[in-house]
């Protein structure tokens, strides 16, 4: 894998050489791992004019969630406990001969940043902006990988809930358990927290379980996600307890169900980003729900459970193949509850199948 770092490293020093600098320095962790293998807690890249070195503020200790170091990469530990990474970094540049670095300014904060430009007044700092984010959004076969494997888990995990008794059990004692599931069957832990919402509380996007029991009649909405050597994925589901789903039910969930399919039908590389949101979110409104839709309908996925790109109205950009997003449209309508349908998917060629759908549960509406 060594040389699949040391290609990412060479991609990103020649933008900036493009953009006049010859060095920069890499803080955000996600961006740190897709470029040296793995983040040690509060560690930074440097990408220097003759070399690149990791600098840590201790000796990595191999957790296996902070990913695998790139073997060939140099690391540095400070010499002095509580020093500052990025500081540090500052001078190797300087050292190194370097007269201008380009850091993550949106990752950093003010004071870190100018105690950066006071250990070498002399180097220009410049802002890297989104290069590293630009360049993780297209994965190669093996990101890819990793991310089927955390969807089949995540499956699994959801798969098993499904077989349960339900009734009478709490959404956070459920939100726990699919947790404790997705390790079981092999995942880093949950790409985020989970989401379990009854009655009332389902299909509301980022719903935090409370101790509300499940009831029969109940609409009921999980949205969870695995993640697997460093890789996240999402799934959303929405289902009925206990009983025959109600005809007002039903009708919302075959409207959310032909969004959410029009909009992974129009994943094609060239798409528009906004043009996938539109394909989902104009059924929803034809159907006068327009205030009930989520403001995103999807998101990238990959070391981080939201990247980009963001599907979304005002969303500019195309998409290209090799690229992993959510479509994840919903309709909460209060006081009643709703419904929320979440892929994983990876934008293909039509020659290779068209999309590739990770998260494979059914969904159909199912009475549990």
Not at 159 to 186: K, N, Y
Not at 300 to 316: F, K, R, T
Request: aromatic letters at 4%; charged letters at 25%; glycine letters at 12%.
């Amino acid at each position: 894998m060594s040389e699949v770092f040391a290609d990412r490293r060479v991609r990103l020093r020649d933008r900036c050489a493009a953009a006049g600098s010859q060095a920069a320095l890499v803080s955000r962790p996600a961006n740190v791992r897709y470029l040296a293998g793995g983040s040690p807690t509060g560690a930074v890249l440097l990408l220097g004019p003759d070399e690149d070195v990791l600098l840590c503020p201790t000796a990595p200790g191999g957790d296996p969630a902070d990913g695998r170091l790139d073997e060939l990469l140099r690391h540095a530990v400070l010499p002095v406990a509580g020093g500052d990474p990025a500081v540090a970094a500052v001078d190797f540049a300087r050292k190194a001969g370097a007269e201008g670095l380009a850091v993550e300014e949106h990752h950093l904060t003010v004071a870190r940043h100018r105690a950066m430009g006071s250990v070498a007044p002399q180097l220009q700092l410049a802002d890297l902006g989104g290069a590293v984010e630009q360049l993780r959004i297209v994965k190669d076969e093996d990101e890819i990988a990793c991310l089927r494997i955390a969807a089949e888990i995540a499956d699994q995990a959801l798969g098993e809930l499904l077989e349960s008794i339900l009734v009478g059990r709490t959404e956070r004692h459920l939100a726990l358990e699919l947790e404790r599931r997705l390790v079981d069957h092999g995942a880093d832990g949950a790409a985020f927290p989970t989401s379990v919402g009854t009655g009332p509380n389902s299909g509301r996007g980022g719903h935090k379980p409370s101790d509300r029991r499940v009831e029969e009649g109940d609409f009921l909405s999980v949205c969870l996600g695995a993640t697997y050597r460093g890789y996240r994925c999402e799934i959303g589901r929405t289902f009925v307890i206990g009983t025959t789903p109600a005809d007002w039910q039903i009708d919302l969930y075959d409207l959310v169900f032909a969004a959410q399919r029009a909009g992974r039908e129009s994943l094609v590389p060239g798409a528009e980003y906004r043009d996938v949101d539109r394909a989902a979110r104009q059924i929803i409104d034809a159907a006068g729900h327009a205030e009930a839709v989520p403001p995103v309908t999807g998101h990238g996925v990959g070391l981080e459970i939201d990247e980009d790109p963001q599907l979304a109205p005002a969303a500019m950009g195309k998409l290209d193949a090799c690229v992993p997003v959510t479509v994840e449209p919903g309709v909460h309508l209060p006081g009643r509850g709703g419904v929320r349908i979440d892929d994983t998917l990876v934008v293909r060629q039509e020659a290779d199948g068209g999309p590739e759908l990770l998260t494979i549960t059914t969904k159909e509406l199912l009475a549990l």
